[in-house]
């Protein structure tokens, strides 16, 4: 995989680098975020690694801006950082997950490899939009047969309304299947799914007023 690493210790930048390397992937690598936004305006990657606290723009802001020049790369964050503000914030632009510092280059690496897995998955589909089909087998989602790297909360919604097609899924049941039986209400169901809304690029499933959320059969 072709990877762009966002940190900027450089001790770990090269830990990471050589670790990677050595796995088979190709890595290039900033010390700062405006360098890093350059890049990523003219180079295509696979994955990127993000640091969060980094000069130039921080590694959240540095997602929030390529997202509005609708790149949709997938994302690790590796940060020491524990708040929890901006865990939440991180996730809910659709960072795919997340190391705190200190970590086993290992788990990096199984980390990677996961996405990895999910990328080259077989393309057996279920339509849903006109470019979009989910895998059921991969619970994958898939834009023009490619693989969407969406957060767990963004997968669990899509799969349980494609499983669904045809169906109204109510509050409920997102409440029972996403959420695993939390206590929440309504409003951050819908802020959830509208975050889910405004990343992909067609409309794939429907509100229906009073009642939940669809998606139509063709």
């Not at 045809?166 to 029972?176: A, L, N, P, T, Y």
């Amino acid at each position: 995989m072709k990877i762009l690493l966002l940190e900027d210790e450089v001790m770990l930048n090269e830990s990471i680098c050589e670790y990677l390397e050595s796995d088979g992937h190709l890595i290039e690598t900033f010390f700062d975020g405006i360098d890093a936004f350059k890049a990523i305006k003219t180079t295509a990657y696979d994955l990127l690694l993000l640091d969060i606290n980094v000069p130039g723009i921080d590694g959240i802001q540095f997602l929030e801006q390529i997202h509005a020049l609708k790149i949709h790369v997938p994302a690790i964050y590796i940060s020491a950082l524990v708040d929890i503000e901006d865990i939440s914030r991180a996730y809910n632009l659709g960072c795919y997950d997340y190391l705190k510092k200190p970590f086993h280059l290992k788990e990096l690496s199984l980390r990677i490899d996961r996405i990895k897995l999910e990328k080259e998955a077989p393309r057996v589909h279920l339509r849903l939009s006109k470019n979009y089909s989910y895998d059921q087998e991969h619970s994958l989602l898939l834009f023009n047969n490619e693989p969407q790297v969406l957060t767990k909360k963004q997968s669990q919604i899509i799969d349980l309304l494609a499983r669904n097609r045809g169906m109204v899924v109510d509050f409920e049941q997102f409440r029972i299947y996403v959420w695993d039986e939390q206590i929440i209400d309504n409003a951050t169901i819908r802020a959830e799914i509208n975050r889910l809304k405004k990343f992909l690029q067609e409309d794939v499933f429907i509100n229906v007023r009073g009642m939940g959320y669809m998606i139509d059969k063709p």
